[in-house]
């Protein structure tokens, strides 16, 4: 079974940054995309950023790009967000998931599969 989890949340100064972790295990190979995501009460769902494990591209929602940064350790097993200059409005739960990889950019993929989030608190 496909299994993700994500960690490193918690609480943070505006202007912080934190690093999330997400440990993901049984995919049963490389075809596969994982994205970023977070939940808030206004937001029902916010992509933040997705990579595909095939080829290590990575790809971020726009509104993301200049503070959030997704990187990878050894391809499949953990995928890591970097988040930097963190405000109040970046709290959320945070969630890592992942879907097979249809060989095109996966932002806006329906992800399968979706770990437990993990709180981000940014106070001001």
């Known amino acids: 079974d496909v299994q993700l989890q994500a960690s490193g949340g918690g609480f943070v100064q505006a202007g912080g940054s934190l690093r999330l972790s997400c440990v993901v295990s049984?995919?049963?190979?490389?075809?596969?995309?994982i994205g970023w995501y977070r939940r808030t009460p206004e937001k029902a769902k916010e992509e933040i950023a997705c990579?595909?494990?095939?080829?290590?591209?990575?790809y971020y929602a726009d509104s993301m790009k200049s503070r959030f940064t997704m990187s990878s350790d050894n391809g499949k097993d953990a995928v890591h967000l970097q988040m930097d200059n963190l405000k109040p409005e970046d709290t959320a739960i945070y969630f890592c998931?992942?879907?097979?990889?249809?060989?095109?950019?996966?932002?806006?993929?329906?992800?399968?599969?979706w770990g437990q989030g993990t709180q981000v608190t940014v106070s001001s």
């Open positions: 049984g995919l049963p190979s490389d075809d596969y995309a």
């Open positions: 998931a992942a879907t097979e990889w249809y060989g095109t950019e996966c932002l806006d993929y329906h992800m399968s599969h």
């Open positions: 990579m595909t494990l095939r080829d290590g591209s990575t």
